[in-house]
């Protein structure tokens, strides 16, 4: 396993992340994700931790909090040193049924910081994390939320979740301005079926330093092969259809997934995995699990080493048309870039 700084700081973590989304759901969405109880997060967890990722994602909202819970339980029940593990967790969603429990204000960041602290049993929150942008409250408002729990020392590092670019950037300009926390990452959908975050998002971290958690690598489980345009499907995509996915360019990227796997001898979704860790601009995917037999083979993606060749089968079939402005700011980029080859 290897680690890499969160960002804009000295904060190691591991290239794989543990998600867990799949704790503790019972019904609705929650349960369709997953429904593992303590015992079987223990394992996932124990198994994670042995395989040597030190970075534990949860969220408040991930079946009501429970997710949470057992994850705190688990770190207890295994006798995980404290200073050994880096837990991240996230706000926005609604979290009672009134209009102030949901969202990113001050009055909801606050609350739920403390209750998020108190389901994990922890004394600070490493990396806290904004769900989702909220349009009703100012950026000013929630980022001064976030300077206060770090300040106060609830929470060590702050970052941001499914924002746009130019959301990101105007964050960035108002923690410089006012010397707030530095965001330190963003966590977002990056997969080999789903590159639109390299149109703005992949350059703007790039020139802000900011590091990227990649969520759903397999693409809600499409990227494990099991899935198809021609409906023999079965498994979570069949009822919860998420992320979007455009089959047509899904199925072409699986064909030349499953020629590199059948000639490396692992399988179509260790391929997805180590795509994106030969992607310079990631710092950390996020892997989540039902059994500990799909961790482990989630966590063999790491040893797998994809050639130039490779990389450049994937790319042709899995690579997005050019868009307005990417054509035109790389056409006028020639008239300057070309005078860094000429001798003089």
Known sequence: MRYRTLGPSGLLVSELCLG??????SDGIWGQIGQLQQDEADALVRTAFDAGINFIDTANVYAGGESERILGQSILNLGIPRDDVVIATKVLGPMGEGPNARGASRAHIMA???????????????????????????????????????????????????????QIVKAVGIVEARKLAPILSLQA??????????????????????????????????????????????????????????????DAAIAVMRGIASAKGCTVAQVALAWLLHQP?????????????????????????LSIEDLAALDKVTTQPAEYPGWMLERQSEYRAGFLSQKA
């Open 189 to 250: 959908y990056y997969t080999l079926v789903g590159r639109d975050l390299e149109r703005e998002i992949v350059p703007m971290l790039r020139a802000e330093g900011i590091g990227l958690m990649v969520w759903s690598p397999l693409a809600g489980g499409f990227l494990s092969g099991k899935y198809s345009s021609d409906g023999a499907n079965d498994g979570r995509r069949a009822s919860f259809n998420f992320p979007p996915v455009d089959l047509e360019r899904g």
């Open 20 to 25: 867990t989304m799949t704790f503790g759901g």
């Open 281 to 305: 601009v990631v710092t950390s995917v996020i892997v989540g699990a039902k059994r500990i037999e799909q961790l482990q083979d989630n966590i063999r993606s790491t040893e797998l080493a």
């Open 112 to 166: 739920q910081a403390k209750a998020s602290l108190s389901r994990l049993q922890l004394d600070h929150i490493d990396l806290y994390q904004i769900h989702g942008f909220d349009p009703l409250t100012p950026i000013t408002e929630t980022l001064e939320a976030l300077d206060t729990l770090v300040r106060q020392g609830h929470v060590r590092y702050v970052g941001l979740s499914n924002w746009a670019a130019w």
